[in-house]
């Protein structure tokens, strides 16, 4: 299994007006969704085992907004399950009021029609306002709440929980509330954190920071599974030795690519891939088993031969008709 081949130039068409309807066009409401479903927490544990025939993945980051579809946007997740399989890290914050909602920025400016820091607003009022594109455009999506991603997730898709300003262990509670340990991952950027979260909830795996040797050692010294962790290597070509440390614990390791090699592929001229695309498959062959992007549909699409899913893996992976959109325009 591989994700859907499509061209380039097909992924890059403009996807309809900038401002979305209430509604979800049908011919969106019933594509298939490539569709990631572990089951289990063990099964997690077992999608993310290191094996002998590597399993090689997307990482959508942010769900991999594109024009007409925002950032931390059920919909975008929606439609970057359309185009290929991917795992979706998204990125909670507090309001006012207490509630958790999904959304990148501290401020609201960028990406919303509204003003200020996310965290000086209650729930309500962050759900007045629209979510804009990449490109600035309003949207007909709101800002959705972290409870209404992880209810829409399961059986979908895998989740990633960046760390912003709600701590590790209410995240966890959050994992727990929603029986998500089979679909939820939490980001931890310290040993701290990892140990505090393993504590909580043993069931809930992580993506640890390990970007050097040394990193490696001491985390190794912590006593939690390598089983439950993915190792975030970094955002630069890894090294190769370090990679071989990791994936002989039995742990994958993901590269992003959001802060460079996606910006290379997207600047101009259009078209010039090759060299780029290179780079991209190096870092598989440097042991890269996730590579965290934003142009998730770009590069399903140019290392769509590089994705093959193993024969073992295959039964965490399917293609399902999606049904109506969850409302996050409420």
């Not at 594509?31 to 959508?60: C, K, M, N, Y």
């Not at 990892?194 to 909830?201: E, Q, V």
Request: charged letters at 25%.
């Amino acid at each position: 299994m591989k994700p859907k081949a499509m061209t380039l130039g097909a992924l890059l068409i403009v996807l309809g007006p900038a401002w979305l309807p209430l509604a979800a066009p049908a011919s969106l409401a019933s594509s298939d969704l490539h569709v990631i479903d572990a089951g289990t927490p063990q099964g997690l544990r077992e999608l993310f085992r290191h094996t002998a025939d590597p399993l090689h993945l997307i990482s959508a980051h942010r769900g991999g907004a594109r024009r007409t579809y925002p950032e931390n946007c059920v919909a975008t997740f929606e439609n970057t399950l359309r185009h290929t399989y991917a795992i979706m890290e998204i990125d909670p914050r507090y309001t006012r009021d207490g509630g958790i909602v999904v959304h990148h920025d501290p401020t609201l400016e960028r990406t919303t029609t509204g003003s200020g820091r996310v965290a000086e607003r209650t729930l309500s009022e962050l759900k007045e306002l629209r979510l804009k594109d990449p490109e600035g455009l309003v949207t007909g999506f709101r800002i959705p709440t972290l409870d209404e991603v992880l209810r829409w997730a399961r059986g979908k898709t895998i989740l990633v929980l960046d760390h912003k300003d709600v701590p590790v262990d209410v995240s966890a509670g959050k994992i727990r509330e929603h029986r998500a340990e089979a679909y939820a991952l939490l980001i931890v950027y310290s040993f701290k954190d990892a140990k505090t979260c393993h504590d909580l909830n043993p069931d809930i795996m992580m993506e640890v920071m390990i970007p050097d040797r040394e990193r490696f050692d001491q985390f190794d010294k912590t006593g939690i599974p390598w089983s439950n962790i993915i190792a975030f290597v970094g955002h630069t070509p890894p090294d190769k030795e370090l990679v071989h440390k990791i994936h002989a614990k039995g742990a994958c390791c993901m590269v992003g690519t959001s802060r460079n090699l996606d910006r290379e592929f997207a600047a101009p001229p259009p078209g010039e891939a090759g060299p780029v695309e290179r780079k991209y498959r190096a870092l598989l062959q440097l042991g890269a088993d996730i590579i965290e992007t934003d142009l998730p549909q770009e590069l399903g699409t140019l290392l769509s031969g590089a994705f093959e899913i193993p024969v073992g893996k295959s039964k965490f992976f399917s293609k399902a008709v999606a049904g109506d959109l969850t409302d996050d325009r409420k």
